[in-house]
């Protein structure tokens, strides 16, 4: 089964075309965001970000394909997180394999922990390998007269 070698949030992800390096600029730990006081609902959030998740073969010498998920957790249970995103992880002509999952807009569910786990399906089972945190803070700011 496919080892999970690293995953993080990034604004951005750039890789180079020739060498298949990447680069992750502005990696995400959290974010803080300005709202005027008497907002009580807000849809989602505008921002750009990716999640870049790094697998490599178990066994350097057999290819192999697997399935991974990425599913949010938001800091309230209450409120419905977006279904999972899947791709698949195709490890059959590389040892290693990058799927980035990118996304244009933020699903705001309450300020707090967001979690985004990384799974991968073995059978009928997803195991999650990994778990990347993201702290969102909501800052009520009165407009200047």
Request: with cysteine; proline share 6%.
């Amino acid at each position: 089964m496919a080892k999970l070698a690293w995953s993080l949030l990034c604004r951005r992800v750039i890789v180079d075309e020739t060498t298949k390096l990447a680069s992750a600029i502005d990696v995400l730990e959290g974010f803080e965001f300005q709202t005027k006081p008497d907002v009580t609902k807000i849809e989602g959030l505008s921002l750009e970000f990716a999640a870049v998740c790094l697998w490599t073969r178990s066994d350097t010498s057999k290819p192999e394909t697997v399935r991974q998920r990425l599913r949010l957790e938001g800091p309230d249970p209450k409120l419905n997180a977006p279904p999972p995103w899947e791709a698949v992880v195709d490890l059959v002509k590389t040892r290693n394999h990058r799927n980035v999952f990118l996304f244009q807009g933020f699903p705001y569910l309450g300020e707090g922990d967001y979690v985004f786990h990384v799974e991968l399906q073995e059978g009928a089972r997803w195991t999650e390998q990994s778990r990347m945190v993201l702290t969102v803070k909501r800052k009520a700011v009165a407009p200047e007269s």
